[in-house]
């Protein structure tokens, strides 16, 4: 009959050494890379995100839309682009990172390009939208703005990376 011996060691008590070497400023340190990558990542998301809108990525640019950037030209998102900082702070337990608009108008036109909205025609918008050539009927009394949903798409787009950058300096300060 065959021995079989199987050999089982643990690495728990080089586990234990590692973890007891890790100073607390070394796992600050850390918290203020992954924050700041995070954010970062976040507000590029966002950045591309506005650029594609409605060209790229549904849904689509409406006719009227598209007629007023052929007169006015075509934006490039820098009416929130420019608009949108990244604030990271310490905190009691850690570091904190807020990306977005923090004041003005441009905090209302993010919300619309976001969310969407349906907006009332007034007859200043008429006579808006008929300078541009664009001539709504009678009946119409409202527009709808479809949501683009840029800070979600953003948002999850970190929390995607976020489990792998969590798992790298996870294993760095291990190392």
Same mark, same amino acid.
């Given at each position: 009959m065959n021995n079989w011996k199987i050999k089982i060691t643990s690495s728990l008590p080089q586990l234990i050494n590692k973890l007891q070497n890790i100073t607390e400023e070394k796992v600050m340190l850390t918290g203020e890379k992954w924050v700041t990558e995070m954010? %970062? !990542?976040t507000y590029q998301q966002c950045i591309e995100n506005l650029t594609n809108q409605g060209r790229n990525e549904p849904p689509p640019l409406s006719a009227a839309t598209l007629k007023i950037y052929s007169i006015d030209g075509n934006p490039d998102g820098s009416g929130i682009r420019d608009h949108i900082s990244i604030e990271i702070n310490q905190i009691k337990s850690g570091w904190r990172?807020?990306?977005? #608009?923090? &004041?003005? &108008?441009p905090t209302m036109i993010a919300k619309?390009? %976001?969310?969407g909205c349906v907006i009332a025609v007034s007859d200043k918008m008429r006579k808006? /939208?008929? #300078? &541009?050539?664009?001539? /709504?009927?009678?009946?119409? !009394?409202?527009i709808r703005i479809p949501g683009r949903f840029f800070w979600e798409k953003a948002i999850t787009h970190a929390q995607q990376i976020s489990k792998q950058k969590t798992k790298e300096m996870i294993d760095d300060l291990l190392n």
């Amino acid at each position: 009959m065959n021995n079989w011996k199987i050999k089982i060691t643990s690495s728990l008590p080089q586990l234990i050494n590692k973890l007891q070497n890790i100073t607390e400023e070394k796992v600050m340190l850390t918290g203020e890379k992954w924050v700041t990558e995070m954010a %970062n !990542s976040t507000y590029q998301q966002c950045i591309e995100n506005l650029t594609n809108q409605g060209r790229n990525e549904p849904p689509p640019l409406s006719a009227a839309t598209l007629k007023i950037y052929s007169i006015d030209g075509n934006p490039d998102g820098s009416g929130i682009r420019d608009h949108i900082s990244i604030e990271i702070n310490q905190i009691k337990s850690g570091w904190r990172a807020i990306v977005g #608009i923090t &004041k003005g &108008k441009p905090t209302m036109i993010a919300k619309v390009q %976001n969310h969407g909205c349906v907006i009332a025609v007034s007859d200043k918008m008429r006579k808006f /939208l008929a #300078i &541009k050539g664009i001539f /709504l009927r009678p009946e119409t !009394s409202f527009i709808r703005i479809p949501g683009r949903f840029f800070w979600e798409k953003a948002i999850t787009h970190a929390q995607q990376i976020s489990k792998q950058k969590t798992k790298e300096m996870i294993d760095d300060l291990l190392n």
